[in-house]
C-alpha cells in the first residue's frame, strides 16, 4: 500500500493513525500541499479533486486508489478487522460515525487549508479575521463534541460501567482518528483548549497521545515534516 | 420513528430520501431554521449542535437518537438491508462512501446556511461575494465528482458493463442520497449546471428525480414548505 498524503493535513493524519492501529505496513508518498503539488498534473490524474490522502492499494488485496478519509478507514476496517474502528452493534456504529462525521463534516471542512486561503484571497480578510473564523467552528464544534461526550458518559453510568477511556468505550475508534488531528491541528492555529470547557474531550485526547499509533501519526513525526 | 429536520436542509432530504428507498414510515418534526428554531432550549437538549436531522427511534428497534445524516442512513442500511444503500464488497462500498463524503466533507460544509450567514455577518460581504463563494466551492466539488463517475464508468467498460444508471451501479445508493440533495440545493442558489460539463453527474439526477423515494423526499413536498 502506498498512502498519498501530507504531514500536516488533517485527513491525512486519521488515514496513518488507523493504519498504525491496524498494524499496517504502508509507503508515504508526499504530496506537498503548501507547495501546491496536489494542483500538479501528476497528482490530477490519480486524485480529479486534488485532495490528500488517497491510498493506493497496490493489488493488497485488490487494485483500487481509494479516496476520502473516513471511506479509506471504514475499508480498511473491513478488510483487516483486527482491532476493529467501530463497535459491532448498529446504534453503536452509528454513535462512532456520527462522532467522526462532527468532526469532519462540522468542524474541519470550513477550516482547511483552501478555505483558509480563499479567506485571504479573493476575499482580502486579514490575519485576525481568518482566526476568528477558524475558532468560531472549531470551539462550537469542540462545545458540542463535548456534550456528546458527556451524555455518552451518562449512558454508561446508568449501565453501571465505568467511564469511557476513548471517545467511544475503551478502544480508540473512528471517531478518535479523526478528534485527534483536529485537536493537533487546532493548536497549530493558536486555539487555547484550557479557556473552553471540555475536559472529557482532552481526556480523550490524552489517552489517545499514550498510544505508539497515535504518537507516530503526528506530523512532527512525517518524513516530510521540516526538521526541528 | 420521528425525524426531526427542515424542508429546505440538505443534509434532512438525504435521509428522507433514504427512509423513503427503505418504505419506512417516519414522523415529520419541523424544525424551522430559518426562524432560529434549532437554537431554543427545547431543541438544543436534544441535540447539543442545533443541527438537523435527528432521528429518534423512538424504541423502534431500540430506544436511540441519532444525528449527522450519513451516519443515520448507515444505522437504517445496517439495521433495515432491503434495498441495499450500499454495494457487498469493500471496495464498492468504499466507492460509494467516498461518493457521499465528496459530498458531505467538500461541498455541503463550506456552504450550509450558517455559514453563508456568517459570510454576512459579521463578515460584512454582500450578495455577490456569498454567490461566488457558493459557486466556487460547489463548481469545483461537481467537477470532481463528475470525473470520478467517468471513472467509475471507464472501470465498468472495461469489465464489458453497460454505463450505470446511478452514482455506483443500477440500484441508488448512499451517494445519491447525498448528490441529489446538492444539486436541488444548488438550483436554488442559482447554479446553472448548463454551463458545467457535468453530463454524467445530471443524468443521475434525472434517473433519481424518477423514482417516487426521491420526488417525495424534495423540499416542496414537505409538510413545513411554504404553499406554493
Redesign the interface.
Known sequence: MKLYNYFRSSTSFRVRIALNLKGLDCEYASVHLARGEQREAAYRALS??G?VPLLDLQGVP?P?L???S???I??LD??YPQPPLLPPD??G???V??LA??V???M???NNLR?LK?LAQ??G?NEE?RA??YN?WVV??L??YE??LR?LQAERAARALPPARYSYGDAPSLADCCLVPQLINGRRFGLSYDALDIPLTLAVLQACLELDAFRRALPENCPDAPPV
Open positions: 480529479p479533486d485532495l485488490e483500487g481509494l479516496s476520502q473516513m471511506a479509506i471504514e475499508y473491513e478488510v448498529p446504534l456504529r452509528s454513535r460515525r456520527a462525521q462532527s469532519a463534516c462540522e474541519h471542512p470550513i478555505v480563499y479573493p476575499l480578510l479575521q476568528a473564523w468560531h462550537q464544534g462545545l458540542a456534550q456528546r451524555e
